[in-house]
């Protein structure tokens, strides 16, 4: 059990230090990056915000309940804001994007791997880090932070609505709130996280689709492993993170 997770952690050192390495190096194809920025990034955009502003509004409407009831309505802006900016807009952008970009990472090169296509670029002598792998972790790295930023703008927003309309707060005192509570440091901690996030989902992936069986069940099976892992982690990074960028 334990070496079985000392190799995988193997892999996942492999796949991450191996692509690195192809992008600090320029070796990686640059010509597939704007494919991989749409596809695995910009495309996600609609279903994030989406549901990052339906959590902004439920984290209001719970808190301005509270606030009401204890008098300190002048609050619930900072408190939507600063929730917004550390944990729910990174990790549930993460966990978003898990489902939507990491399953599709993990079903395009599994799906390679058990079509013989990866041995395929191998015999033609190129590299698989730089043509399928750094691409694709570079794209998210660059998309996932906006991404993040997006949401946590969108939540906030969310968070206004519901306020006005639940509690009556005013908008101005909702905005007075967040420029009140509301730190630098709240936004960049949230942003480190989405970096952290994003190269998780593509590691995880890639590993997961690496690893999968060379029968009709090894895409389900790499899809399954990558979204079930990849949010483990991230739940477990969150934490850490939290406490790392947070509490002191």
Excluded at 57 to 68: D, G, R, T, Y
Excluded at 142 to 168: E, K, L
Aim: hydrophobic fraction near 55%.
């Amino acid at each position: 059990m334990i070496g079985n997770w000392v190799s995988y952690f193997g892999w996942l050192g492999v796949v991450f230090f191996n692509s690195l390495y192809s992008i600090l190096r320029f070796r990686m194809y640059f010509e597939n990056l704007p494919y991989y920025i749409i596809h695995l990034g910009y495309n996600s955009i609609f279903i994030v915000v989406l549901t990052i502003t339906f959590t902004g509004m439920v984290i209001s409407l719970e808190l301005s309940k509270e606030a009401v009831r204890f008098g300190v309505a002048d609050m619930v802006g900072g408190g939507v804001a600063i929730a917004m900016a550390r944990e729910f807009g990174p990790m549930l952008t993460a966990i978003v994007l898990v489902g939507r970009s990491g399953s599709s990472i993990a079903a395009e090169i599994s799906t390679m791997k058990i079509t013989d296509q990866i041995d395929a670029l191998r015999s033609m002598g190129i590299n698989v880090y730089d043509y399928l792998i750094s691409p694709r972790l570079l794209s998210m790295i660059i998309t996932q932070p906006v991404i993040t930023i997006f949401s946590v703008i969108s939540g906030t927003f969310g968070g206004a609505v519901m306020a006005n309309i639940y509690a009556n707060i005013s908008y101005t005192t909702y905005s007075n709130s967040i420029q009140r509570f509301l730190e630098t440091g709240d936004v960049i901690g949230g942003v480190i996280k989405s970096v952290v996030f994003a190269v998780v989902i593509v590691v995880v992936s890639v590993v997961e689709a690496f690893n999968c069986p060379r029968n009709s069940a090894g895409v389900g099976i790499a899809v399954t492993n990558a979204v079930m892992k990849s949010i483990i982690f991230i739940f477990i990074l969150n934490f850490i993170l939290s406490y790392l960028l947070f509490a002191h």
